[in-house]
């Protein structure tokens, strides 16, 4: 059974980068058959879609949430078989929980979850 | 960009239907997904493709989508479906996600 693990440092000061990784176990993320998604949630709040990257042997892309895009970038390791996300320039807007979620791609819904990762942006 | 509104909180009795509205512009035209999330845990998909439903999710959860809305039902809820549920598309190339409503069985 696949499962989406989110881990990073908990605690980012404003303006610094905040990078997570998603660790996937029981399945590889070069299969090509998967798109690989990261969405946040500011405690108390609802859901944002941040981006998603799509990788396989012989090619790989990803695509961004609009509002986000100059500050996200979503990366593979396939040795590792993990995902990565860095989003520059934090503001305390972006303290929340952080997942990881698989989808089929069209037609676009997660069918799987991570735990989720919190992240505080705080000096 | 395009937006997903759903009504902030809905209350049942146990027992009785509950439904959920998810409203967007020509929504109807779209695929639409239903999340469960339940307090500190993950979002569950309930419904994708506007009324499949994964395995393991009970037939009392159902979906519908025309027009300018989408509905989840719940019928026969139970108190274990109390959690917030979250409405998603698909447009321009982005995930959207609906504001969110609070389910209260009460």
């Known amino acids: 059974q696949v499962q989406l693990q989110e881990s990073g440092p908990g605690l980012v000061k404003p303006s610094q980068t905040l990078s997570l990784t998603c660790s996937v176990s029981?399945?590889?993320?070069?299969?090509?058959?998967?798109?690989w998604n990261w969405i946040r949630q500011p405690v108390g709040k609802g859901l944002e879609w941040i981006g998603y990257?799509?990788?396989?042997?012989?090619?790989?892309?990803?695509n961004y949430n609009n509002t986000l895009r100059s500050r996200i970038s979503i990366s593979a390791d396939p040795v590792k078989n993990q995902i990565s996300l860095n989003l520059n320039s934090v503001t305390v807007e972006d303290t929340a929980v952080y997942y990881c979620?698989?989808?089929?791609?069209?037609?676009?819904?997660?069918?799987?979850w991570g735990r989720g990762s919190l992240v505080i942006v705080s000096s | 960009s395009y937006d997903l509104t759903q009504p902030p909180s809905v209350s049942v009795s146990p027992g009785q239907t509950a439904s959920i509205t998810c409203s967007g512009d020509?929504?109807?035209?779209?695929?639409v997904s239903w999340y469960q999330q339940k307090p500190g845990q993950s979002p569950v998909l309930l419904i994708y493709e506007d009324k499949k439903r994964p395995s393991g999710i009970p037939e009392r959860f159902s979906g519908s989508n025309s027009g300018n809305t989408a509905t989840l039902t719940i019928g026969g809820t139970q108190v274990l479906d109390e959690a917030d549920y979250y409405c998603?598309?698909?447009?321009?190339?982005?995930?959207?996600f609906g504001s969110g409503t609070e389910v209260t069985v009460l």
């Open positions: 029981g399945g590889s993320i070069s299969s090509g058959a998967y798109y």
């Open positions: 979620a698989r989808d089929y791609g069209d037609p676009w819904y997660f069918h799987l």
């Open positions: 020509k929504l109807g035209h779209k695929y």
């Open positions: 990257i799509y990788y396989s042997r012989s090619t790989s892309h990803t």
């Open positions: 998603q598309t698909w447009d321009s190339s982005n995930y959207v």
